[in-house]
């Protein structure tokens, strides 16, 4: 019995070795270990047993099938082990590669300038209205008092499109459209784009945009005084309080006296330089006391009401307040020079 034993053992433990499959092993587990297995066969024949062998029997059977239990645990161990490295190595994930970086965007320079110019005018009390970018005659000239044959009515100065519109040439159209439908007091700012049949120049680009403010008040109320007075804030609070500002007598058909506003050039410092047309100052914006036609255009008396306008370029503005000197480099969009007014800086 004791030979039969060590013959299981033996076979048993050479069947279970370490490169046994799991259908080998559940097949030594069922025939040894089994309910109607070897061992199992054995414990029913120890009546055969001489009585004082028996305890050294049983001893022999529980041994060895401890030791075939414990081999059998260990090489499914083995095989869990090996199944997990299997899959790892096939499904393999590099925890350390970094993260997909989601590109963020960020506004163009000229809207961040655009954006803070109209912070500092809203500080002021001044409210910002959208109005259209195709117009008609009588919105973009006419109630302006341009007169009938002004050459900026001629081809080669403005976008005609079909039916009598036009692609407007600059933002006062807003002053026409806000006092059309209300009253003074007002205090308003329109931004938007204009239009102009100009060649993409260091200076010029046939679309562009402008910001348009006027103030009307009963007459007597809003002055020339106040004009200069919240247009040198404004260019003060934007290009820095060191700035100069200059007033010169100019002309508009839809001001009188009208006047054009110049800053001390930022990028030369006064030493002149392309922007500027080397003369140390550079023409930022154009303003006046709004004629009193363009108030009849509108349906106001004029001796009842009176205000100031004021328009300006914000590329213009902006390519100053940058440092920019080349107008084309706002309309080319190349990253290399947008990526430089990343975190606001046309803004600050
Ligand atoms: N509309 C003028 C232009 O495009 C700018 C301008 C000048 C606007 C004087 C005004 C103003 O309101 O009073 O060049």
């Given at each position: 019995m004791k030979e039969q034993l060590e013959q299981i053992r033996a076979q048993a433990l050479q069947e279970l070795s370490n490169g046994a499959s799991e259908e080998q092993i559940e097949a030594v587990r069922v025939r040894v270990l089994g309910r109607s297995g070897e061992l199992t066969e054995i414990m029913r024949r120890m009546p055969e047993v001489p009585r004082d062998q028996r305890p050294a029997v049983g001893r022999m059977v529980n041994e060895i099938k401890q030791e075939l239990e414990e081999r059998i645990a260990r090489l499914g161990e083995q095989q869990k082990r090996a199944a997990m490295e299997r899959s790892l190595a096939e499904a393999r994930?590099?925890?350390t590669l970094p993260g997909l970086s989601v590109p963020r965007g960020w506004l163009h320079p000229v809207t961040q300038s655009r954006e803070r110019m109209l912070d500092i005018l809203e500080s002021m009390g001044f409210e910002v209205v959208e109005t259209p970018e195709v117009e008609d005659d009588f919105h973009n000239f006419g109630a302006l008092n341009f007169p009938p044959d002004h050459p900026a009515r001629e081809m080669q100065d403005t976008f005609f499109l079909a039916g009598g519109l036009l692609l407007r040439t600059h933002t006062s159209n807003g002053q026409i459209r806000v006092m059309e439908r209300r009253k003074p007091p007002l205090a308003i700012v329109c931004p938007g784009n204009c239009y102009r049949p100009?060649?993409?120049?260091v200076r010029a680009s046939p679309m562009f945009s402008q910001i348009e403010g006027f103030m009307v008040d009963r007459a007597g109320i809003i002055t020339m005084a106040h004009l200069k007075g919240v247009l040198t804030e404004f260019l003060r609070a934007f290009y820095g309080a060191d700035s100069g500002v200059r007033f010169r007598a100019s002309f508009f058909p839809f001001t009188e006296p009208s006047t054009e506003v110049d800053i001390?050039?930022?990028?030369?410092h006064g030493a002149g330089c392309r922007v500027c047309k080397h003369s140390g100052w550079t023409e930022i914006l154009g303003a006046g006391m709004i004629h009193p036609n363009v108030l009849r255009a509108v349906g106001y008396d004029p001796a009842e009401f009176q205000g100031f306008a004021f328009g300006m370029g914000v590329e213009r503005t902006s390519l100053l307040k940058l440092g920019v000197d080349d107008m084309r480099l706002f309309f080319e969009n190349d990253l290399r020079f947008l990526r430089q007014f990343r975190s606001g800086e046309a803004a600050i």
């Open positions: 994930i590099d925890v100009d060649e993409l120049s001390s050039c930022l990028l030369c």
